[in-house]
């Protein structure tokens, strides 16, 4: 048990004391699929029970997942542990470069997919490039890639090698695609990816 959760419960007998995935940054209180349970102080401080929580959604963070490679694995880190939407995903899958692995045609390879449907591997940085330097590949902007696709019988799968992957139809790729508007260049010093642990909830039994 956590050091900080003992003294949070020295601090408040008598207390439930929610442990917050460290994902959850809002100065708002955490919804309940954020919260992974609680622990229980005793009139006398000392932690007495864990009561895990069923509805809990454990984030990249917390699923000990690596650093995201590129905005792509970030957004689908978000999406597929329903701490982000899917739109942003798709948004920047369409406006990203991809290796897709080579066919004997010269076209991208297609797969089948799990669920036996058509489906063309796409990988968006190296880590997620099991075949690197074995297979021939191409890197090709994917706003380019379903363009040219039947995007009614042909699914994307992005990063299937990788911790988080998903399926997505090129259709919705497609309908994501947007023409290029040349826009100011701007500089940050500062990561999307950093979040920092948030602190514990408490509440009265």
């Known amino acids: 048990m956590p050091d900080h959760i003992r003294e949070a419960a020295r601090e408040a007998p008598d207390h439930w004391i929610g442990v917050v995935d460290p994902a959850w940054t809002d100065d708002a209180a955490p919804p309940p699929w954020a919260v992974a349970g609680e622990w229980r102080s005793g009139l006398d401080g000392e932690v007495v029970e864990w009561q895990s929580n069923d509805d809990y959604r454990p984030s990249p963070i917390a699923l000990g997942w690596p650093e995201p490679t590129d905005p792509v694995d970030a957004a689908v880190q978000l999406a597929v542990t329903g701490y982000g939407p899917l739109s942003d995903a798709v948004e920047a899958l369409a406006g990203a470069e991809a290796a897709v692995l ?47 696709l039947a995007t009614d019988q042909v699914r994307l799968s992005v990063n299937p090698a990788g911790p988080a992957r998903i399926l997505l139809d090129a259709r919705q790729v497609l309908d994501a695609v947007r023409p290029t508007v040349p826009t100011p260049a701007t500089a940050s010093t500062d990561s999307p990816h950093q979040l920092p642990t948030s602190p514990v909830t408490q509440r009265t039994p």
């Open 102 to 148: 080579r066919a004997p045609d010269g076209g991208p390879l297609t797969v089948a997919g799990a669920d036996g449907s058509p489906a063309i591997p796409l990988f968006t940085a190296v880590p997620h490039q099991p075949f690197e330097g074995a297979l021939a590949h191409d890197t090709v902007a994917v706003a380019d890639l379903v363009r040219g």
